[in-house]
Nanobody
């Protein structure tokens, strides 16, 4: 089994910052892409940022220049630094990992979600 455990969400005022973490553990051979998605009430889940094992990154236009994704491959952990937060960033943030299990195929796993609330 593979588990993704997120932390770091909370309530912050507009203009503030948060740092989200997501640690992946379990039966892992290799992790390829790791990413963050978010889902606001009444909206579909959307991509926020992704980082490949080669450390290339991609961001949603709405967060470019404000959010930064990074990885610590030795710890199987992905981070999301959220700066200059806006009320429209309020959502549940989910981490996501593409995991290759030993002698097995790849699987996509999701974290349980962490709430980020930005007050105006």
């Amino acid at each position: 089994q593979v588990q993704l455990v997120e932390s770091g969400g909370g309530l912050v005022q507009a203009g503030g910052s948060l740092r989200l973490s997501c640690a992946v553990s379990g039966n892992i051979f290799r992790i390829n892409v790791m990413g963050w998605y978010r889902q606001a009430p009444g909206k579909q889940r959307e991509l926020v940022a992704v980082a490949t094992s080669g450390e290339s990154t991609n961001y949603a236009d709405s967060v470019k220049g404000r959010f930064t994704i990074s990885r610590d491959n030795a710890k199987n952990t992905v981070y999301l630094q959220l700066n200059s937060l806006k009320p429209e960033d309020t959502a549940v943030y989910y981490c996501n990992a593409e995991v290759f299990r030993p002698f097995d195929k790849r699987y996509i796993y999701w974290g349980q979600g962490t709430q980020v609330t930005v007050s105006s």
